[in-house]
């Protein structure tokens, strides 16, 4: 979303990325240029020489690099070719636990940076003080489509069966996003009701959440699947999408679901307080199934506190839009490129 805009406003996007994506196609059809680096993992001398061969073509005026591995890769060669860079923080620093060595590199080389700009409060607080004084991390809240959302045709699931009851958990398949408790909490509340529960997705814990549907004899309540590039759709007929995660940086799916006016439940974390308060979503603590059970009866039973909650939810999303978000990496940009490295 970020590079469609900028090249709607002129600016000459160049995107290298390891494997492509739901967007590539979109992104294409605005005019910016894909490259691609090659699927390699982590510091690969192959990546780490494409990408360098890449920024010495194009000679960009400014490298932004997102995700861990690209703030090395792409870190190292912006310094090489004397390129004026800017991280991406869209995690936090829990979330990093398991590849410190890496993150310790990332860490190191993030000094040289020019700005790094963070999407939450805990990624804004990771940087500062790693920071010399002449450096900045600025706070810019992710970009929701809240247009396209808006205007996403309505999808049913086909496999509700008769239940017009039905949950929404959506995001990677990993222990943080603690999927485990939906599913404890989706078998709880169908001992009282006809409920569907739908997990979208995908990674490393695939095959245990399968195992836990059979398990708790869910294979008739859950289905899992991977990601729908239709499930704005699936957000207008949704009773609630349900966030239990155990940590976050921004979740992009919940902002989603505040833009699609789908009720929401969420784990009392940092990143969920940052965007909402018990007006515009219930929240649960972390890690608690009877009170997520518990919060998903109160919301099919109070259907107009639901409404109210949903309407709070959209005044609140509707200042992330793709245009302000935008606008507050030029005001990132415009310094970077006057000082210059």
């Not at 923080?89 to 700005?115: F, K, N, V």
């Amino acid at each position: 979303m970020l590079a469609v805009e900028q090249a709607k406003r002129g600016w000459n996007v160049h995107i290298g990325r390891r494997r492509g994506g739901v967007h590539e196609k979109l992104v294409q059809h605005h005019n910016v240029k894909i490259h691609s680096l090659g699927d390699l993992k982590s510091i690969h001398p192959l990546l780490v020489s494409r990408t360098n061969k890449l920024m010495k073509s194009i000679r960009p005026d400014i490298v932004q690099t997102w995700l861990p591995q690209m703030d090395i890769v792409g870190g190292l060669s912006a310094l090489w070719n004397s390129i004026p860079w800017v991280i991406s923080e869209r995690s936090c620093e829990d979330l990093y636990q398991r590849t410190l060595d890496l993150i310790w590199l990332r860490r190191r080389l993030g000094r040289y940076a020019r700005s790094i700009i963070s999407n939450s409060k805990e990624g804004t607080e990771y940087w500062q003080g790693v920071l010399p004084s002449h450096r900045s991390v600025i706070f810019i809240n992710n970009a929701v489509d809240i247009k396209s959302i808006q205007s996403a045709e309505p999808t049913s699931c086909l496999t509700s069966g008769n239940s017009n009851k039905t949950f929404l958990c959506v995001g990677r398949f990993e222990h943080y996003k603690a999927q485990d408790i939906f599913l404890q909490a989706i078998s709880e509340i169908s001992r009282k009701y006809e409920v569907r529960a739908f997990l979208i997705g995908g990674g490393p814990l695939l095959q245990s959440l399968v195992d836990s549907v059979s398990t708790l004899k869910l294979q008739d309540r859950v289905t899992i699947m991977p990601y729908q590039s239709n499930w704005w759709g699936l957000l207008k007929t949704s009773t609630a999408l349900v966030s239990p995660s155990r940590l976050e940086g921004q979740p992009n799916v919940v902002l989603e679901a505040m833009a699609a006016g789908c009720p929401l439940i969420v784990s009392d974390i940092a990143a969920h307080r940052a965007i909402l308060d018990d007006t515009s979503a219930l929240i649960v603590p972390t890690n608690d199934f009877i009170a997520l059970a518990s919060a998903m009866t109160a919301l099919i039973s109070d259907k107009e506190a639901a409404r109210k909650r949903v309407e709070r939810a959209y005044e609140r999303v509707a200042e992330f839009t793709i245009p302000a978000c935008v606008d507050a990496h030029e005001r990132v940009y415009a310094p970077v490129l006057e000082v210059g490295v």
